[in-house]
């Protein structure tokens, strides 16, 4: 078992929909979660970070966290093209210095 | 503010040949360092990091290697590149400790093509 799991896509939604990414981690002492965007032969960029259990919004996006279900998710609402990018999901490993990364989802919003 | 830089930005590399990717931080001091690879189509895999200068921490036994000379400077190299070792190579820095709350933000990232 993978310890950060996401599905690898691609997830194609039509522009102005909710664009729904999951990701599900192993370790239960992970205590901070992270959603990264990249775009293609670019570096990761911060999208939200979340660190207790449920629902964190900023703007268009909002992180949930369900720690029973070692379950992290992102929504992003009005999905724009632009949007269209590999969404990383990343843990931080209580105690140690470790950031773990899922291998990511490639959303495509269609215009 | 805090600034990441690394270099060179792009690089093709004959198989056998060494390898020195530099990366530099600027804003903050005592920072943790990271250095990951992203094969293509892949995840990002954790190949060093570092919590000072001079202590170095690897997760992949490989042919690379970390320095850390400098307190905001961290270096991979190689000796004798392999085709395996192509990829994107992505340098990364947080705040100290273990807090975590600290966000890991990264560099521009280094293309790396073995021939």
């Known amino acids: 078992q993978k310890e950060v799991e996401q599905n690898s896509g691609p997830l194609s939604v039509p522009e102005g929909a909710i664009a729904s990414l999951n990701c599900t981690y192993s370790?239960?002492?992970?205590?901070?979660f992270f959603w990264y965007r990249q775009y293609s032969g670019k570096s990761p960029e911060l999208i939200m970070s979340?660190?207790?259990?449920g629902d964190k919004e900023d703007g268009r996006f909002t992180a949930q966290l369900n720690k029973a279900s070692q379950y992290v998710s992102l929504l992003i609402r009005d999905s724009q093209p632009s949007d269209s990018a590999t969404y990383l999901c990343?843990?931080?490993?209580?105690?140690?210095?470790?950031?773990?990364f899922g291998t990511g989802t490639r959303l495509k919003v269609l215009a | 503010s805090q600034t990441i830089h690394q270099w060179p930005a792009t690089l093709v590399q004959p198989v056998g040949s060494p390898l020195s990717l530099e990366c530099t931080v600027e804003g903050t001091s005592n920072p943790n360092l990271y250095w990951y690879r992203q094969a293509a189509g892949r995840g990002l895999q954790l190949l060093f990091y570092?919590?000072?200068?001079?202590?170095i921490s690897s997760e992949v036994p490989q042919n690379l290697s970390a320095s850390r000379p400098q307190d905001r400077q961290f270096i991979l190299s190689s000796k004798k590149l392999l085709l395996s070792d192509s990829g994107f190579y992505l340098c990364a820095w947080r705040k100290a400790g273990t807090d975590s709350g600290n966000t890991i933000y990264f560099g521009e990232g280094s293309w790396l093509t073995v021939v």
């Open positions: 370790d239960r002492g992970s205590q901070s």
């Open positions: 990343a843990v931080f490993r209580a105690g140690t210095y470790k950031y773990i």
């Open positions: 979340i660190y207790s259990n």
């Open positions: 570092s919590v000072g200068i001079g202590q």
